[in-house]
């Protein structure tokens, strides 16, 4: 596992402070309170496997299910529990897990959100917003089960500014949190906030109603989500893209900035009414990425916010439909990923192409500039 980026609060997982714009290996967790080297080839080895990364805190996964955070712990969002430092930067493994073995992990700016192999789903960090879900507003450090959901299987999760998504295996998705700009996908809650941009939330998940899959044809159920600063998105098995949630800058895709408190479908009809089927969206803070299928190949989308260029299409405009980003056409793009404001993708090969924000060497080329074009 490499790190590159800002390093303030030891989130790159090196043992330092120091921002890398560079990426470097991660070569040592901190295991039941004892360091273990990586990549020894031994017996018992422990192998990184799943990684995601919030605003300042790092989460990863190893192949025997055992979950290690790192980097800023104010929140609680590291899910230590107990008397924790302030700053971690080392991968630390999350012992109150037990014999619990996770299988996915989602950071969002300051909560965590894991889902163990049984589908039950946990959450620890902040939760001033009502997004651990734990029916409360208050912080949780240590990593605690959401009860109100632990007889569904949770497949999937996301987790935003201050909202959380999931996603069921029979197609039901959750949200909670945050919920003053329609992120949640529940229409009822839109007359509440009106015109006075009221602060509400929901502090214990809900499914969205309208998203219901006993009421939807196999093609309309949800099959991958994602959860931007205070937006969503949702991709359904027949290839249609869904957004709700804050649209400021266009980031829904939809064309104009109105917000949308309703799953709303996105046209991504390609040039000549091609048809265009979504396979993967992620979501930055204002912007939003979607890999596509068109005529067999696969395109790079993306829309909203472009003040740092990553939108990826050499300007700063914003723009409110989603477009294609020209420079990745032919480079056979399989998977995208998206922080607050700089955007990456794998290609078939393994290449690894970054754009957009650069301040602090998040973009792994050596320097603090900012690309608004892939490299």
């Known amino acids: 596992m490499y790190a590159f980026g800002r390093g303030f609060h030891g989130q790159l997982g090196q043992g330092a402070h120091e921002s890398q714009s560079l990426p470097h290996r991660i070569d040592e967790v901190d295991r039941d309170s004892l360091p273990v080297q990586l990549y020894t080839s031994k017996p018992g080895d ?3 496997a799943v990684v995601n990364a919030g605003s300042s805190h790092t989460t990863a996964i190893s192949r025997r299910g055992e979950l290690f955070t790192w980097g800023l712990a104010s929140s609680g969002e590291l899910g230590h529990g107990g008397w924790t430092p302030i700053e971690v930067s080392v991968p630390r493994m999350v012992s109150n897990l037990g014999r619990t073995r996770i299988v996915s992990v989602c950071a969002g700016d300051n909560h965590t959100l894991a889902i163990s192999e049984s589908g039950q789903l946990w ?16 912080d949780e450090g240590m990593m605690t089960l ?15 500014k201050a909202h959380s998504i999931a996603l069921a295996a ?7 949190g945050d919920a003053s700009h329609g992120q949640l996908g529940h229409n009822q809650l839109a007359p509440l906030v009106g015109d006075n941009r009221l602060p509400i939330a929901i502090p ?30 949702a991709v359904t098995v027949g290839g249609s893209l869904l957004a709700f949630g804050s649209n400021s800058s266009g980031q829904l895709g939809l064309g104009d900035t109105e917000n949308r408190f309703t799953p709303t479908k996105v046209s991504i009809v390609g040039k000549g009414g091609a048809k265009v089927r979504a396979v993967q969206v992620q979501c930055g803070a204002a ?20 003040s740092y260029g990553q939108l990826g299409h050499g300007d700063l405009v914003t723009r409110r439909e989603f477009a294609t980003i020209n420079a990745l056409t032919n480079k056979k793009i399989m998977c995208v990923s ?10 078939e090969s393994g290449k690894l192409y970054t754009w957009g924000r650069g301040d602090c060497g998040q973009l792994g080329h050596g320097d603090d500039k900012s690309r608004w074009t892939p490299k």
């Open 46 to 48: 422990i192998n990184l």
């Open 123 to 138: 959450s620890c960090g902040r939760g001033r917003h009502g997004q651990l879900g734990h029916g409360h507003f208050h």
């Open 146 to 160: 959401i009860s109100s959901i632990h007889r569904e299987r949770i497949v999937s999760v996301s987790a935003g």
């Open 170 to 176: 029979d197609g039901k998705l959750f949200t909670w």
């Open 204 to 233: 214990v998940p809900q499914a969205i109603t309208s998203l219901d899959p006993t009421k939807l044809q196999p093609p309309e159920r949800v099959t991958a989500i994602a959860a931007g600063g205070n937006h969503s998105m």
């Open 287 to 306: 912007h939003s990425i979607l890999l596509a299928q068109k005529l067999g190949r696969m395109e790079v989308k993306t829309v909203g916010d472009n």
């Open 338 to 347: 998206s922080g607050d404001f700089h955007v990456a993708a794998i290609d």
